[in-house]
């Protein structure tokens, strides 16, 4: 979704306490000079369920904040309210200076929405979806055209361009509408779980579209299940759990919040790796928890709490006289920071290469 189809401004509209002259910005937002999203105590319901319950949250302009939690936190709702489709119950939010309660018209212009699944019309071409959108943002007729020619080819899809939209594939629907709710060079996007669905390869695709759009200067919220994209897009994280925040920071910073680290240590003979799991289960250090094997690595995982304890566990194995082949040392992983946090696994599928967070130690 680009946005509403726009009408032009005549005079001043009166919208509550603002006023807004043309497309003039009102700049009552109360947050930082530099946030192209603010939202402060929002809440809503759905009934007796609280979906929202006091969210705060800033997004700086020109980067990815990524909003982690389960189904049913609330990810959605607040998407919804921000893209104006949603009132809320109480708060204020304001997306690239405009309220989005009181100044919905103009607010819908600056910012671009895609969900979960593709909303183009699958009857149309895919370049007469583009033109369409273009015409109903009040483009004039060559620049709708012109728009559709370029975002077409910058989304890979010139050569499909003439065909229905219903004989794309699911990443080729997907680009096109990414592509759709770029037609109005909004400020802010909204990306609501954009590769719900999508193969390995098509997210990749995806993701580098993303990273071209925030190059571009495009501000993105982005809703997501999936750790491996949280870490590949986002800049920063909110993570939300029954509708509040109950974390936020860059990644590392909450890494580091969760605490611990793993200890890799990898033999050079694998014969040794489970006498040496029980080796090191059998030396007493406070506080230790149980190593485990990663046969397929070839390694011995070792839950490490303190620097104290990562000290006594490399002394250990090299008084046993144990070839090494390499001694590593991992933070958590964000699949294990979104446990510790919300007391569950995330429900997404994960791909089966973990970002690389391992820091060499010396023996």
């Excluded at 904040?65 to 049913?72: D, E, I, Q, R, S």
């Excluded at 040496?276 to 230790?288: K, P, R, W």
Aim: with cysteine.
């Amino acid at each position: 979704m680009a946005g509403e189809p726009c009408r032009r401004d005549v005079g001043a509209l009166s919208v509550g306490a603002d006023t807004v002259v043309g497309m003039k910005r009102i700049d009552d937002n109360p947050s930082a000079a530099d946030a192209a999203v603010t939202v402060r105590g929002l809440v809503k319901h759905y009934g007796e369920t609280k979906a929202l319950d006091g969210v705060d949250l800033d997004v700086r302009e020109g980067t990815v904040m990524g909003v982690l939690g389960p189904n049913g936190a609330g990810k959605t709702t607040l998407v919804r309210i921000l893209s104006t489709l949603l009132a809320p119950d109480a708060g204020r939010a304001h997306v690239a200076g405009y309220d989005v309660v009181r100044q919905p018209r103009q607010l819908r212009r600056v910012i671009g929405l895609t969900g979960q699944y593709a909303s183009v019309d699958e009857k149309l071409p895919g370049w007469e979806n583009l033109y369409m959108i273009g015409r109903l943002l009040d483009l004039p007729r060559r620049e709708a055209r012109a728009r559709a020619d370029e975002l077409l080819e910058r989304f890979s899809l010139t050569d499909a361009g003439k065909r229905p939209a219903a004989t794309y594939s699911g990443g080729m629907r997907r680009r096109l509408d990414l592509a759709a709710s770029m037609i109005g060079r909004p400020k802010v996007l909204f990306l609501d779980e954009p590769t719900t669905g999508l193969d390995p390869r098509t997210r990749n695709e995806v993701w580098d579209e993303v990273k071209r759009m925030v190059g571009d200067g495009v501000t993105v919220l982005l809703t997501t299940q999936y750790m491996e994209e949280a870490e590949q897009l986002a800049s920063e994280l909110t993570v939300v759990d029954r509708g509040e925040v109950i974390a936020k920071g860059g990644i590392e910073e909450l890494k580091a919040k969760v605490g611990g680290r793993t200890l890799r240590v990898r033999p050079a003979d694998p014969l040794q790796l489970r006498p040496l799991a029980a080796y090191l289960d059998e030396l007493g250090i406070t506080g230790l928890a149980s190593s485990t094997v990663d046969a397929q690595r070839g390694a011995v995982l070792v839950p490490i709490l303190s620097d104290e304890q990562l000290t006594a566990v490399v002394g250990a194995v090299t008084a046993r006289g144990i070839t090494v082949a390499s001694i590593t040392t991992e933070l958590p992983s964000l699949d294990e920071v979104f446990l510790s946090l919300t007391g569950h696994r995330a429900s997404a599928p994960q791909d089966p290469a973990p970002a690389d967070t391992r820091e060499e130690v010396a023996v």
